[in-house]
Each structure stands twice: as structure tokens, then as C-alpha cells.
């Protein structure tokens, strides 16, 4: 019986049309009456390729935040530049110097030995710096005087020329005559007494040389120690000083190259203090861009003195066909390759970190960028697209493979 029933009901279920939900095409009634599901809203999507922002704040807002952020902080160092810019410039010499005391340590110096050696080095660079300057700005103020006479020789032929031009004699007279040797040695003056004025922040320099080579001694452990969990800030800290060393490395060379060459052509047109100019050539070689210019205005100056315009105009051509080509052509690429920034980043570095620390900061500026750069972009993966700007990360591996490909291909 229960055989037939079933029988039944099913004959009774072919007689009527399918349920709304079996109908093809269809879907249940009671998906219509589906509860909403839970969770948070899913984002409507943006264009395509396009990612949207997922910051906490606006974009438009982030941006005006971090350039105002920016701003306070350059406005803050640049009023205490009495003591970050000694600071900085003490932190740059540890740093140049501590293959040194590496090296010692591999000999098997000791600790102590080897920190002294360091800080003996360090000290010797800034007082070959500052007596080198202090000594090339005296003798400029010592050698204008001997040129009375041929400046006043000088003077009249230029009034000559300038009345043959169609100015008239007294405004010639009165252009010239505001440009003469006494103007010359003040200006000197006052930046031998900028340099004088310099000397505390030279000793609070040694003074925090001296404390940076006893903690350098012990540094090296503390790193290895506080390295665990930090790697990428520590690694950014690591870039800085490779990048720091190498910098320096060709901006010596270079700045040795030009100095040989300034000299000998000096020596060769027979303008007064050669070696001295040459030397302050090479000082200027490690302010980028446009150290070139600083280190040429005496020798051109007392080659005016001497020999009149034709010299003058010989000094200043050499200068700028040696000078400009290798200072301001070939040693930026070569120092943008060397340390990871664009030549374009090199000369605005001048101009910003001379703007905060002050004269220092033109020697300073390529480090303190590249500090920059290696703590806020290089480690950081969300703003390694500003590497397009100011130039690729170093990786001591890839340069190692380079250099070895580039031996490999001359040998072949």
C-alpha cells in the first residue's frame, strides 16, 4: 500500500506545473527575502589600474601635512646652526675615519690604540681645512697691496675703454673708481673674521671627536647586538656611511686631479701663489657644483692685478675648461653613481643644507642628504617611488657584480 500511495502522489505531482523555483532561468523566492550579509561594505572599485587610497587621511591632506611637517623641522635646525652643523660635521669624521680604526684592530692594535689613531686623523682633516683656509684668505690680503700701481694702471685703461664705448669720462671715472684693492682686502677681512669666529665651533668639534672615538671603540658590538628586529633602520645607518665614505673618496680625487692642474697652469702664466690656489681648489672641490667658482676668483683677481685683462681672461678660461668639466660635468655623475643621487639632487642639496647649517652645510650637503634619504626612503617601501627623484638605493652586492662582469668582459 505505502508503494501505491507514493505512486499516486507522484502522478499527482506530474499533473501540475514545476514550483516558481524549479522554472529554468529562476531562483528561489526566499533568496529574494535574504537576509543582508554582515561584515563591512565592500568599496566600489576605482578605475582600473588605478589603486585608491587606503590612508587614514585624505591624500590632498597627507600631502599638505607632511610638506608643512617639513618645513617646521628646516625652520627648527636652521635656527640652531651653532650646534647641528658641528655636530653633524663631528658625526661625517667618525665616520670617514673608522675604516681606520678597523683596520688597526685587524692588526691587532688595541681598542684603545686604535681610537686614538682615529680621532689623530680626524683632528688632522679639520685643522688641514681650517689652515688652509685661514692661511689663503691672509696671504690674498698680503699680495693686493704690491698691485697699487698696476690696479691704477689698470683702472685707467678700463676708464679709457668705457669712455670709447660712449660713456663719459666722469661716469666711467666714477664706475671704476668704487671697485679698487682697499674693497678687495675688507671683504677678505670679513671672512677671516667669519672664519675666526668659526674656532668655538671648531673646538665643540674636536671636543665631539674626542668622545665619538672613545664610543667608537665599542660601537661595533652595540651594533651587532641592537641589530636583531632593526635591520632595515639598521641597514639604512649602513648606506649613510658607505654612501658618506665614497663621496668623499672622489671628491678627493678629483679635487688632487685639479689641483695638479691648476697649479701647473698657474705656474705656467706666472700668477703669484700658485700652490696656494691650487690647494684652495682643492678645499673648494668638496663643495659640489660650484666650488669651482669660490677657488677661482683670486688667482683671476691677481692675474687682472698683474697682467691686465689678458691674463686675467687666460686664468679664467683654464679654470673653466678644467674646473667646469671636471667639477661640474664629469665628478657629479661619477659622484651620483658613487653615492645613489641624481646630479640634479646634488645641486639642490647645496643650495637647501647651505640654507639650514650655513657655510658648513656646503661641504655637509651631500652626506646630510644622503642620511636622509637612506632613513626616510630607502628603507621605507611605501616611498621608494621618490627614488625616481633623487636617485636609486645603493646595494653593495650589485656593484660587486657589476665591477666583477665589467673584469670578466675585459678579460674576454
Known sequence: MTQAREEQDGTARAGRPPPPHERAGTTPAADTHAEPATGPATPPAGPVGRPSWSGPLPRGLTIVLTVAGVVVVAAGMRAVPGILGPVFLALVLAVLVDPLRALL???GVSRGLASVAAFLAALLIVLGL???????????????????DQWTATLDQVTSWLAGLGLSSTDASTLVQQIDPS?????????????????SGTLFTIVLLI?????????????????????VAFDG????????????????????????????ALLILGVPAASLWGLLAFVTNYIPNVGFIIGLIPPTFLAFLQGGPGLAIAVLVIYCALNFVIQSVLQPKFVGDAVGLTTTMSFLSLIIWTFILGPIGAILAIPASLLVKGLLVDIDPQARWLQLFLGDAYDPAADRARKAAKKAAKKA
Request: charged content about 15%; aromatic content about 12%; cysteine-free.
Open 130 to 148: 681650517v689652515v688652509s683656509t685661514v692661511f689663503g684668505i691672509i696671504r690674498f690680503i698680503q699680495l693686493i697691496p704690491q698691485y697699487a
Open 211 to 231: 668622545f665619538l672615538a672613545v664610543d667608537g671603540a665599542i660601537f661595533p658590538e652595540r651594533f651587532a647586538a641592537a641589530r636583531t628586529g632593526h635591520e
Open 237 to 264: 645607518l649602513r648606506t649613510f656611511a658607505s654612501g658618506t665614505r665614497r663621496y668623499f673618496g672622489v671628491a678627493t680625487i678629483f679635487g688632487a686631479v685639479v689641483a695638479v692642474l691648476d697649479t701647473a
Open 183 to 199: 674693497t678687495i682686502a675688507s671683504v677678505a677681512e670679513s671672512l677671516l673674521s667669519g672664519v675666526s669666529g668659526a674656532v
Open 105 to 107: 684592530r685587524r692588526k
